[in-house]
């Protein structure tokens, strides 16, 4: 059974900076495509980054470009998210999501596994 669970999120100060784990299980991390989603109040889901399972190549948004970096270890079975230089506009609850392709476009619809979500709050 594919699960995926995030770690990391929490209250920081515009500025600050967090790293969002997620912890895959039930399958091997590294024949999947894996995904960094958030979704604000009133907002629709958004792809924030994506990494590949081949070659390792990423996207990101570009509101978190050269801010946000995702990597993946895949000995651990975890991918992460490092967000530096957060922003108000940041906040949301981030999900990691998977999908069993070499690549994946970084939109929601298609991949097919979730995690709960963790909560990210940016404010002072």
């Known amino acids: 059974q594919v699960q995926l669970v995030e770690s990391g999120g929490g209250l920081v100060q515009p500025g600050g900076s967090l790293r969002l784990s997620c912890a895959a299980s039930g399958f091997a991390l590294d024949y999947y495509s894996i995904g960094w989603f958030r979704q604000a109040p009133v907002k629709e889901r958004e792809g924030v980054s994506c990494i590949s399972s081949r070659y390792g190549s990423t996207y990101y948004a570009d509101s978190v470009k050269g801010r946000f970096t995702i990597s993946r270890d895949n000995a651990n079975n975890t991918v992460y998210l490092q967000m530096n230089s957060l922003k108000p506009e940041d906040t949301a609850v981030y999900y990691c999501?998977?999908?069993?392709?070499?690549?994946?476009?970084?939109?929601?619809?298609?991949?097919?596994?979730w995690g709960q979500g963790t909560q990210v709050t940016v404010s002072s």
């Open positions: 999501a998977a999908v069993g392709l070499l690549r994946a476009e970084c939109k929601d619809s298609a991949f097919g596994s």
